[in-house]
């Protein structure tokens, strides 16, 4: 079998455990990324950028404001493919959403077949199914309130690094993506008689953070995906494929319900529960959770929360303008979504029994990641926490970046940690030579 | 000040379960300031074994502490209720996440909270 597919940038492989290739031939040392790092991971050293693993949750901001495409993600290649007799793509919904208003889902799956695999599968019923399951669980659950989608992995993530007493407000329910992935692996070893280990299930995916997800799991030992491609290095061959067939005769349903998933407010939009909320974008995000922790958010059921801005449809890793892909989802909905109150793709009661029968379920419990103290005992955290601040008072709290390091704040802890030195301020080393300039002044007077 | 408490607990890598009673100490002794004192000042200690919060206030006091301390007993106004505080449980609810709990209180100058939340 032989794959139609773009080269991937061979090369740097990313820090372990995470999908981000920081590329230091092409970044020029300036700060955006460091800046955009909503966990404060990033520092320019030595001229380059940086990020801490223990800190990076594979969110992808960084590959998102850089200008110099410094960062990338470790996509799959084509040789990960041909280690599977068959391969199947399952795409994110946000791939329907990059082609424009005209072009059919169905389109989409077709052109994705002419690259080279045997199978495709559309994410859309199992999203529909997610949200019945939803629906459900929130029914039946007792709390704490409120809930909070698991779909984007970096929301996960910054839960477990930042957030670790709201780990119990995650939805127990695993991704559609790998319900998808499971399902349809135990169907193909049913209907074709295939090997499951012969079976290769790559995602489509729209971010780095969800590429991250497949090979790191979190609430799963190993995931049901085999690896995954970015939409943007699909984008250039899908679309050619796309011109050169046409229309597609009898496109197979797809859920309305399911399909609105790609964007920020899908996911809520098809629940029955209205007590919900959606927060996307880094600092609303930050913000929001600020406030749960605070337990001042424990009158809604439910929140979608994206690291992206527009939810999966913003993704980093996607070509088309958040915007137009919106009004290309929108359209392709009412053109022939299910309308509201059709019911859902498979019968509720059904999607009650699988979740009594723990179907949805995730496989393991969501931990805490703590990150290492300011220091080894108590006494010296304590004693870096006073150097900390003595070092910010010193600083000039115009967040400038030009140490290094994202803020003031973030340079004075670098200070105390011993990771940095207090003149890496041009300030602070501007006023030095200020000072010595006037004190040799003074003694040549005398 | 409760969540500054918090940020700076965390980052001294006290333990989760420990944070969590000092930040509902915290919240009910800074509501306490907000309903009924103009001001007040909250001093945060770490000691190796254990970390002290004192809020003194500036406030009306209490005149009946051990009144004061039963659950459910509040002198809050309707006001304060209908946004859900005044329930009578802000002292006793101190009382049961920390340690140790001291209530010094003159009528007509102020109220002095004190209380501990040990580490080991």
Known sequence: MSYDLPDTPEGDRPASKHSIVFDRERCVGCVECCKACPTGAIRVRGGCAVADPELCIDCGECIRWCRHGAMHAATATSADLRRFKYTVALPSLTLYSQFGRDVEPAQVLRALRTLGFDDVYDLSAMCDMHASATDAYLSECRGPWPKISVTCPAVIHLIQLRYPDMIENLLPIETARELAAKL???????????????????????????????????????????????????????????????????????????????????????????????????????????????????????????????????GQLTVENRYAARRTVQQIVRRHGRRAGEGAVVPEEKVRAMLREHFFDLEEHLKARPVRPLGRSLREAAARKREEERVLADLPARNCAACGAPSCAAHAEDVARGQAALDDCVFVRIKRLEEELASTKESTHE | MATRIKSICKELGIRPDLIRRLSIANFEAEMNVIMYADQADLSFVVLPEAVRVVVADRGPGIPDIELAMTPGWSTATPEMRARGFGAGLGLPNIKKSADEFLVESTPGVGTTLTYVIRLA
Not at chain 1, 262 to 288: C, H, Q, Y
């Open chain 1, 184 to 314: 349809l692996r135990r169907r193909l070893v049913a209907e074709k008689g295939l090997d499951p280990g012969d079976i290769g299930i790559f995602f489509i995916t729209p971010c780095s953070a969800m590429l991250q997800s497949i090979h790191y799991p979190e609430a799963l030992e190993a995931s049901y995906l085999d690896g995954g491609f970015s939409i943007s290095e699909f984008y250039g061959p899908l679309l050619r494929a796309i011109k050169a067939h046409g229309p597609v005769d009898n496109p197979p349903p797809i859920s309305e319900r399911g399909l609105l998933w790609a964007m920020a407010g899908g996911e809520i939009a098809g629940l029955r529960n209205a007590n919900t909320m959606t927060v996307a974008g880094v600092r609303d995000v930050l913000r929001v959770f600020d406030h749960i922790e605070e337990g001042k958010l424990q009158a809604v059921d439910f929140i979608e929360a994206y690291i992206c801005p527009d939810g999966c449809i913003s």
